[in-house]
């Protein structure tokens, strides 16, 4: 599934709405250390952010969303 994802986020017409929606959950299999599952997540990171932090740079990617996401439903 990540790897899918992570193909339609190569795309633009996807890009915007995978940001918006999966970098919540895409940011916690990013800490999972299996690379079936890690990595997808790395590439997903990096194509809707346009950002090249590094891939256990958990800090910089959560400080990215933070900045850069619509504000959850409260």
Request: proline share 8%.
């Amino acid at each position: 599934a990540g790897y899918t994802l992570a193909a339609l986020a190569a795309q633009p017409r996807y890009r915007a709405a995978i940001r918006d929606g999966a970098v919540p959950i895409v940011l916690r299999i990013l800490r999972l250390l299996q690379p079936n599952n890690h990595d997808p997540a790395y590439e997903i990171l990096k194509l809707v952010s346009g950002q090249t932090y590094g891939d256990d740079d958990y800090a910089a990617w959560e400080a990215w969303a933070k900045a850069n996401l619509p504000a959850a439903p409260r």
